[in-house]
């Protein structure tokens, strides 16, 4: 008896796996060249609304208003792979952590996860939501 219902209930299982949102994720394509501003660092508001992160063909930039960084750029699996990444020094008051934290995010190849308009990268403590530029 208990193979019968076993049975009968794999349809109901399989309607209710196949109604389940599956999540929207779009492809980081690096051939085509994509602007991106900062929505948070570390789950904070930027301090700049200067902040910009460009990735075209192999290369990547980046700024939180201050110093620009910057370097080769790929896609591994769901990973951005950079590096080595270059960086001005100048000293920027207010600005320098969320700097360094974007560099040290950058420089360990975070993982990705891109909904529409929308780009979260994650590595180690480091984190950044970005939101795509008209």
């Not at 109604?19 to 051939?31: E, G, H, N």
């Not at 501003?37 to 930027?46: C, H, L, N």
């Not at 750029?73 to 700097?99: N, Y």
């Amino acid at each position: 008896m208990f193979k019968y219902i076993a049975v009968a209930a794999l349809p109901l299982l399989a309607a209710c796996t196949s109604m389940a949102p599956k999540p929207d994720s779009t492809p980081l394509v690096l051939s085509a060249p994509s602007g991106w501003t900062f929505v948070k660092i570390d789950g904070k508001a930027p301090k700049s609304a200067k902040n910009r992160l460009l990735i075209e063909a192999d290369r990547i930039s980046a700024t939180v208003g201050c110093n620009n960084m910057g370097g080769s750029a790929k896609i591994e699996a769901d990973r951005l792979v950079t590096g080595p990444l270059m960086s001005t020094k100048m000293f920027c008051e207010g600005l320098m952590e969320q700097e360094q934290a974007v560099g040290t995010l950058l420089g360990a190849s975070p993982s990705y996860v891109r909904t529409n308009d929308r780009l979260v990268l994650k590595a180690g403590t480091h984190s950044a939501e970005l939101k795509l530029l008209p």
